[in-house]
């Protein structure tokens, strides 16, 4: 399995922006469709976006146009451009990565077989 590490979350207003981060180790980093999850208390967690190993990217309907998902195969790392965010967005934000086809998100949290700790993610209004 390989290794994540996010970083990047924090206290932020509403219409505000941040960036998260995912460092990954120990396993071919391109061989990873990559994901963020988050989730409220009291929610399920909840695909937010993802990019398969080529590059295709996936997003939830609630922050499409506002979110980015972008990565760094040279520096092992998968990025969250978080910007407008609401405080409906308030959650504790996994990384994921999952191995799959070349083109796929996948979308259930099952087919995912490394997590990172999380990073919480909180947007006052």
Do not use: H
Not at 12 to 25: D, E, H, K, M, T
Not at 74 to 97: F, G, H, I, R, W
């Amino acid at each position: 399995q390989v290794q994540l590490v996010e970083s990047g979350g924090g206290l932020v207003q509403a219409g505000g922006s941040l960036r998260l981060s995912c460092a990954a180790s120990g396993r071919t980093f391109s061989n990873y469709a990559m994901g963020w999850f988050r989730q409220a208390p009291g929610k399920e967690r909840e695909l937010v976006a993802g990019i398969s190993r080529s590059g295709e990217s996936y997003y939830t309907a609630s922050v499409k146009d506002r979110f980015t998902i972008s990565k760094d195969n040279a520096k092992t790392t998968v990025y969250l451009q978080m910007n407008s965010l609401k405080p409906e967005d308030t959650a504790v934000y996994y990384c994921a990565a999952a191995v799959d086809s070349w083109m796929v998100v996948p979308r259930n949290p099952l087919r995912y077989e490394s997590w990172g700790q999380g990073t919480q993610v909180t947007v006052s209004s």
